[in-house]
């Protein structure tokens, strides 16, 4: 598919896995988005994931039929994008590898390449004929390897998983209509949130130097090619790694028998009364990414857990941790449970949150036993958002 006379998109998009690194679910797929740039030599910017070799070559192909690749660019290693180097080095024997001295080590011990590989530094040009491809270093976005591509001629930024997100692209690849940036904020959010949340410092030293690039076209490895919501794709990439949030809350909680459960909808109820932003998530029946991301969208988080093992119940726990990890900032921050005879999940929650440097709202609301509204003020609480 033409992007532009020189620029061809050659990814595939993928049905079939449920889970992005085995622990993230793709409800609407994603795409592995591979880059020709056709010029006097022609440039393949990164591969696909290994499922889908005879969709690759054969896009390839119907792209530049017989001719060559002479470079296959190699902006990350991880597999999803890497993993067809090895196919693309039988198709095309000659095809030179370009890329930066820590992705070559990795090339090397993924899949054996070891000849061919044409190592470049910071801002080194490679003329393709008509144009040029320049190379950025952007390290632990989010691996340390990782870099981008620009090609000035054409105003493109090849930029791997920066500015990528889930759900396969498959009314049109460029981002007009159909496509539209609302339709992929949620799943770019999920993406950053589960993926590369953990490095936003990284983002904004990187969002810093290519600041400089009057860039016209965003290639990303997922999701739509941006031409006409780059302010907007931008704008969200520099909110998110400043762990900047819009007021609202993320309420999520886990319940064995429905007692921490009946609070949180309680709460839920409150909070939708005052008109406060809510998306509300039982973490027993969907995959902690789907609150993560809107612990990264909205400003307060409120974590619902029973007492379990004397500690937080794991699906939480699970969920806590991934917000720690995560290292989020100023964030405010509630919990609430059920227990039995002791409690112990609202203080260690708390500890965690405290550890974060969240604002805690109020010490925390435990409850023995059943679920009664006279234990658990929802109306009190929603008032603290
Ligand atoms: C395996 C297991 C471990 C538990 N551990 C504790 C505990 O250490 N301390 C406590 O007070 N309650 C403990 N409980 C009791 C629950 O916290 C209590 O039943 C609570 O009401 C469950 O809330 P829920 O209805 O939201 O699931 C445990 C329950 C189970 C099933
Ligand atoms: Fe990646
Ligand atoms: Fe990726």
Redesign the pocket.
């Known amino acids: 598919m033409r992007l532009s006379e020189r620029i061809r998109y050659v990814g595939v998009n993928d049905m079939i896995t449920e889970l992005f690194e085995r622990q993230w679910p793709l409800p609407f797929g994603v795409s592995y988005n591979s880059y020709l740039v056709v010029d006097e030599k022609v440039a393949l910017i990164d591969t696909a994931d290994i499922q889908f070799e005879e969709e690759f070559l054969s896009n390839i192909k119907a792209e530049i039929g017989e001719r060559k690749i002479d470079y296959l660019v190699v902006n990350h290693m991880e597999p999803d994008h890497s993993a067809l180097q090895s196919a693309i080095r039988r198709e095309y024997p000659s095809c030179e590898i370009v890329t930066n001295a820590k992705a070559a080590a990795m090339i090397e011990g993924f899949n054996g390449i070891t000849e061919g590989i044409k190592v470049i530094k910071e801002g080194e040009c490679l003329p393709l004929g008509s144009v040029n491809l320049r190379f950025f270093m952007v390290p632990m976005v989010h691996w340390p390897e990782t870099m981008v591509t620009w090609c000035e001629e054409e105003k493109t930024l090849f930029s791997g998983d920066a500015f990528g997100s889930f759900k396969v692209v498959d009314k049109s690849v460029i981002d007009s209509e159909p496509t539209t940036f609302e339709e992929y904020e949620d799943e770019m959010t999920r993406y950053y949130a589960s993926i590369v949340g953990k490095y936003g410092g990284p983002v904004q030293t990187a969002l810093k130097k290519l600041g400089g690039l009057e860039i016209s076209r965003i290639c990303p490895t997922h999701g739509p090619v941006w031409e006409n919501h780059i302010t907007e794709v931008v704008g969200l990439y520099d909110k998110l790694s400043r762990y900047e949030a819009s007021h609202g809350v993320c309420l999520a909680y886990g319940?064995?028998?429905?007692?921490?459960?009946k609070a949180a909808l309680s709460l839920a109820e409150a909070l939708k009364a005052r008109g406060v932003e809510c998306g509300v998530h039982d973490l027993t029946k969907e995959n902690y990414s789907f609150a993560l991301r809107d612990v990264f969208k909205y400003d307060t988080v409120i974590l619902g857990s029973?007492?379990?093992?004397?500690g937080i119940f794991p699906p939480v726990r699970q969920l806590m941790q991934g917000i720690c990890d995560r290292m989020v900032k100023g964030r405010r921050f509630m919990a609430f449970g059920?227990?039995?005879?002791?409690?112990?999940s609202v203080n260690l929650l708390n500890e965690m949150a405290v550890a974060a440097g969240f604002e805690i709202l109020n010490e925390g609301i435990t409850f023995k036993?059943g679920y009664d509204p006279a234990k658990f003020d929802a109306e009190s609480l929603s008032s603290l958002v």
């Open positions: 319940s064995m028998y429905g007692n921490t459960e029973p007492t379990y093992n004397n059920s227990f039995s005879w002791a409690a112990a036993q």
